[in-house]
């Protein structure tokens, strides 16, 4: 088969590729975009489709999480935002971005053999390192979800070598494995993998992809410190919950439960970094 190493992705391939899927029937592809989260928005606003899905080589102005920006070098990469319609509450959105992490971490794992962990609440690694990070927003009507949209990051065949000014430390497939990836094969898999998990979670199938979650989540037993907007919190983690909450036991022996904030792992006092991968 002819994957086209590194060059340009081909979405009329990749329509093919994905054949009846609903992400197949309103792809949108530009060679470069502000970030493909701010267009899947955009045409959500417009009244875009569920499965829309918005794919693209280059951004140049990427969003990561809490306003920090996402890098990536052009066809090198993968970076593409899946808008939905789900008729599901606001306390199960987490769920999604839950089973685009397992998509992207089984999909990697399909096509390259690397075992990648989930870090809560967004990011995939591969030990210390990101690989990936996902973009979750979300906009609600009265009390009800009108749309989601789902950005995820991943590097591929990026070589990160020395002299580029990243943030935290960062790793991608072709660093791990030697190998470089063909996208759009990588792409197909994870988009696909996560068409069948969203359908499971729409039918209320979602025990095993939170089994699924936690077995994977590098963090769990881990002690870690929780910084939010409002609070710092240190403990251990014993549970990601069906809602995306962290369980943790604090210091003082009591259970919390921490919604959002950015993690670190503390290794004997010492920060063993959180990061946010290309991020900067
Ligand atoms: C994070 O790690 O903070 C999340 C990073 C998400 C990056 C992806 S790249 C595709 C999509 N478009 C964006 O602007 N951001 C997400």
Redesign the pocket.
């Given at each position: 088969m002819n994957w086209n190493i590194n060059l340009p992705l081909r979405p009329k391939n990749i329509e093919e590729m994905l054949g009846q899927s609903q992400f197949a029937q309103n792809l949108i592809y530009y060679e470069s975009t502000a970030?493909?989260?701010?267009l899947a928005n955009k045409l959500a606003e417009e009244g875009a489709p569920e499965g829309t899905l918005v794919l693209t080589e280059y951004?140049t102005a990427?969003?990561?999480?809490?306003g920090?920006r996402?890098l990536?070098q052009r066809y090198l990469n993968l970076?593409?935002?899946i808008l939905l319609r789900p008729s599901l509450p606001p306390n199960q959105m987490f769920s999604l971005t839950m089973i685009l992490a397992l998509a992207a971490m089984d999909g990697i794992n399909e096509s390259s053999g690397l075992q990648t962990w989930i870090k809560w609440p967004?990011?995939l690694y591969v030990g210390h390192k990101k690989l990936g990070?996902?973009?979750t927003e979300i906009s609600i009507k009265g009390k009800k979800v009108d749309y989601v949209v789902l950005?995820?990051?991943l590097n591929v065949n990026w070589n990160p070598g020395k002299g580029q000014d990243l943030l935290y430390p960062s790793t991608s497939i072709l660093a791990e494995t030697g190998i470089v990836s063909p996208r759009e094969h990588l792409l197909i898999g994870i988009v696909k993998l996560f068409e069948e998990y969203y359908l499971d979670i729409l039918r209320g199938e979602i025990e095993d992809y939170h089994r699924r979650w936690n077995q994977y989540s590098m963090i769990i037993g881990r002690s870690v410190e929780i910084i939010s907007d409002q609070e710092t919190v240190r403990g251990t983690v014993l549970l990601i919950d069906r809602e995306g909450a962290l369980i943790i036991r604090d210091e003082e022996g009591k259970e919390q439960k921490v919604f959002s904030g950015d993690l670190s792992v503390v290794l004997e006092g010492k920060d063993e970094g959180a990061g946010?991968?290309q991020?900067s």
């Amino acid at each position: 088969m002819n994957w086209n190493i590194n060059l340009p992705l081909r979405p009329k391939n990749i329509e093919e590729m994905l054949g009846q899927s609903q992400f197949a029937q309103n792809l949108i592809y530009y060679e470069s975009t502000a970030s493909t989260n701010t267009l899947a928005n955009k045409l959500a606003e417009e009244g875009a489709p569920e499965g829309t899905l918005v794919l693209t080589e280059y951004q140049t102005a990427g969003k990561g999480r809490k306003g920090r920006r996402w890098l990536s070098q052009r066809y090198l990469n993968l970076l593409f935002s899946i808008l939905l319609r789900p008729s599901l509450p606001p306390n199960q959105m987490f769920s999604l971005t839950m089973i685009l992490a397992l998509a992207a971490m089984d999909g990697i794992n399909e096509s390259s053999g690397l075992q990648t962990w989930i870090k809560w609440p967004n990011d995939l690694y591969v030990g210390h390192k990101k690989l990936g990070g996902i973009l979750t927003e979300i906009s609600i009507k009265g009390k009800k979800v009108d749309y989601v949209v789902l950005g995820l990051g991943l590097n591929v065949n990026w070589n990160p070598g020395k002299g580029q000014d990243l943030l935290y430390p960062s790793t991608s497939i072709l660093a791990e494995t030697g190998i470089v990836s063909p996208r759009e094969h990588l792409l197909i898999g994870i988009v696909k993998l996560f068409e069948e998990y969203y359908l499971d979670i729409l039918r209320g199938e979602i025990e095993d992809y939170h089994r699924r979650w936690n077995q994977y989540s590098m963090i769990i037993g881990r002690s870690v410190e929780i910084i939010s907007d409002q609070e710092t919190v240190r403990g251990t983690v014993l549970l990601i919950d069906r809602e995306g909450a962290l369980i943790i036991r604090d210091e003082e022996g009591k259970e919390q439960k921490v919604f959002s904030g950015d993690l670190s792992v503390v290794l004997e006092g010492k920060d063993e970094g959180a990061g946010y991968g290309q991020a900067s």
